[in-house]
């Protein structure tokens, strides 16, 4: 019969593009703090595995089935695709386990010792001269908060 030999939908290749895909938004909003913020990193890898075992058998589809030119180079540019979105999260993944653990690094609202270091024209500059009194004007009133940024750097 002529219909037998027509190539089907490779719809394992779409399900692995579409769970990398969000394998990678979990790795997105797990920077919007959500209530259940431990499992993100963890579905995420989950997700990233499925969609490779996936992107695998939709690849063997891709040329195991007589198909056309345009299909064969279409299904390979999904492929690449589905990769760059899998790969990506399973990179994120692995390297977000080898930032050094930040159990001494300041929380919000904890007080900041003293410190004192050097202004943009290499002048020392301590925090309780941050707190005191603008010199020369004794009606204007003291500061009463400082914001600090604190860098978490890995350099």
């Not at 063997?60 to 589905?82: C, D, E, H």
């Not at 399973?90 to 004192?116: C, E, I, M, N």
Request: aromatic share 10%; with cysteine; net charge positive.
């Amino acid at each position: 019969m002529p219909g037998e030999n027509k190539p089907r939908f490779n719809s394992p290749l779409w399900l692995g593009l579409i769970i990398g895909l969000a394998a990678n938004l979990c790795n997105v909003v797990f920077f919007l703090n959500p209530p259940a913020q431990g499992v993100l990193p963890w579905l995420s890898l989950v997700l990233g595995v499925v969609a490779l075992v996936s992107i695998a058998l939709g690849v063997k589809n891709v040329f195991a089935q007589p198909r056309s030119v345009a299909a064969r180079i279409g299904g390979t540019l999904v492929v690449l695709l589905a990769l760059l979105f899998a790969g990506s999260s399973l990179f994120v993944s692995y390297h977000a386990r080898a930032l050094p653990a930040s159990a001494d690094a300041p929380h919000v609202g904890q007080k900041v010792p003293d410190f004192t270091l050097a202004d943009t024209n290499g002048q020392p500059v301590s925090l309780a001269q941050l707190f005191a009194r603008a010199p020369g004007d004794p009606s204007a009133a003291a500061p009463k908060a400082v914001l600090l940024i604190f860098y978490r750097g890995y350099w």
